[in-house]
């Protein structure tokens, strides 16, 4: 099994608080996939990165893909009561089944 | 919106029973995938089909058998319900092509089986 460790696991903060998500892994991996997901929903992809040292950015959110591509961070800023959920990377693999492997999961908590 | 579906959204059901959850799509994606998520252990795949009858094993498949007998539906069964099979299941199917291995995932079924 490829593991792909995420961390924190959990995290509440304040508005208007910067913070990161981060998901590690010694394995390589074709592509890196971050989810978010609410309650009673599928998870919902944000955003895809591919190579190695890429940087991508969504309005307050920064997705970044270690030049290894075994790790990547998720850094927010300026959080939101809007941002408040689950957030899991994943990684791609090249194999025959084109498979996924997911990290457990940041469950993101900002308060007003 | 990948134009997935999954039905029943909820079901409860007692150990030993017999138990199908259908998944079905709109736009003729060739992979599609059957996860579970459980608290702690975040999303397993439980099996994966990469085109009409053709299904393989993923991480967590024992006590599970999948079927696609056509482009659109990917059903998964549990042969005989046990409670370690309590959890949220939900169906993806893979868009994009190379490197670029994006899922979408439908809404979820939460299974209870007592």
């Known amino acids: 099994t490829q593991l792909l460790e995420q961390s924190p696991q959990f995290l509440s903060i304040q508005e208007g608080e910067n913070l990161t998500v981060y998901c590690n892994s010694s394995s390589v991996f074709s592509s890196l996939q971050w989810y978010r997901q609410e309650p009673g929903e599928g998870p919902v992809l944000l955003v895809t990165v591919v190579t190695g040292g890429e940087v991508k950015k969504l309005k307050r959110l920064t997705f970044q893909f270690g030049d290894a591509r075994k790790d990547s961070s998720l850094h927010i800023t300026a959080a939101q009561p809007g941002d408040t959920g689950l957030y899991l990377c994943a990684g791609a693999h090249n194999n025959a089944g084109n498979m996924l492997t997911f990290g457990g999961g940041t469950r993101l908590m900002v308060k007003p | 919106d990948a134009g997935i579906t999954q039905s029943p959204r909820h079901k409860v059901t007692e150990t030993g029973t017999p138990v199908t959850l259908r998944c079905h799509q709109t736009?003729?994606?060739?992979?599609m995938y059957w996860y579970r998520q459980d608290p702690g252990h975040g999303l397993r795949l439980i099996h994966y089909s990469y085109g009409v009858k053709d299904t393989d094993k993923g991480e967590v498949s024992d006590g599970y058998s999948v079927s696609r007998s056509k482009t659109e539906d990917f059903l998964l069964t549990l042969e005989s319900a046990t409670s370690s099979q309590t959890s949220v299941y939900f169906c993806?199917?893979?868009?994009?092509?190379?490197?670029?291995?994006?899922?979408?995932f439908g809404p979820g079924t939460r299974l209870t089986v007592l």
């Open positions: 736009e003729n994606h060739r992979y």
């Open positions: 993806a199917i893979r868009a994009g092509t190379g490197t670029y291995n994006e899922q979408f």
